[in-house]
């Protein structure tokens, strides 16, 4: 059975139709939009390979701040319009992780694979909380070689998540269950035990919002200060 034969809206075979007009909302068939997508791919490429000439960061200045503050559009803007805006306003000031030379915060460097991957994934767009397709069992894939690396046991499980600010709250969250019981869920923590945490004076502030989030309050998270090798005071704890 071919595709054809169950086209309730139009029974006859494709040869018997007229010439089908694109959908406005099919820009992949908009030629102009996929020349403009080339010429980015090209000028991206053309930034990582220039990216040592440039400085690490670049401040910017009040014109260039004043300049993305715009009335709210009322009507669709041409991508060209766009990307132009992007190449004069955006690219210029970025944070300056894909530089060689960046050593602040944690951010993970850009590579020319991982932008390719990032357009990938977003052309499908994929919401992997459920139903059976293959980007699930990519995740699962992934987790399991951690799994692996880590050394931990056979059957042990894991999340992606945005970043390490969100892993500690889940940490939490499920410290918080080991310690009080599954019905913390659902019951919540009226009639509970006030739990304390503790962390070394390095710890990154998101472990006291993830105590506020988890409800479990900042103000019960002890800080322990650290030794000159940045390791927690085992006295003071």
């Not at 059975?1 to 139709?17: A, E, V």
């Not at 019981?181 to 990154?204: C, E, K, N």
Request: glycine share 8%; net charge negative; with cysteine.
């Amino acid at each position: 059975m071919s595709l054809d034969t169950i086209d309730t809206d139009n029974p006859l075979p494709p040869s018997s139709r007229g010439a089908v007009e694109p959908s406005p909302l099919d820009a992949a068939a908009n030629q102009s939009l996929r020349e403009l997508a080339h010429r980015m791919l090209d000028d991206m490429f053309d930034y990582t390979l220039g990216v040592r000439e440039r400085p690490v960061w670049t401040p910017m200045q009040a014109a260039d701040r004043a300049a993305l503050r715009l009335a709210q559009p009322e009507t669709p803007t041409d991508p060209a319009h766009v990307y132009e805006q992007f190449q004069q306003r955006i690219l210029p000031f970025a944070a300056g992780n894909v530089h060689p030379g960046f050593m602040g915060w944690v951010h993970g460097g850009g590579t020319v694979v991982g932008m390719l991957a990032e357009m990938l994934a977003a052309g499908l767009n994929a919401n992997c909380g459920g139903r059976d397709h293959a980007p699930i069992q990519i995740e699962l894939q992934i987790v399991d070689w951690a799994r692996q690396w880590f050394g931990f046991p056979a059957g042990a499980s894991g999340l992606f998540v945005t970043g390490t600010s969100m892993a500690n709250f889940i940490a939490l969250l499920v410290a918080r269950r080991a310690a009080l019981g599954a019905d913390i869920r659902t019951a919540g923590l009226r009639a509970q035990p006030q739990l304390i945490a503790y962390a070394s004076a390095a710890a990154h502030t998101c472990i006291a919002r993830a105590m506020d989030y988890a409800g479990l309050g900042s103000g019960n998270l002890r800080i322990i200060p650290i030794d000159a090798n940045q390791r927690m005071s085992l006295p003071a704890l």
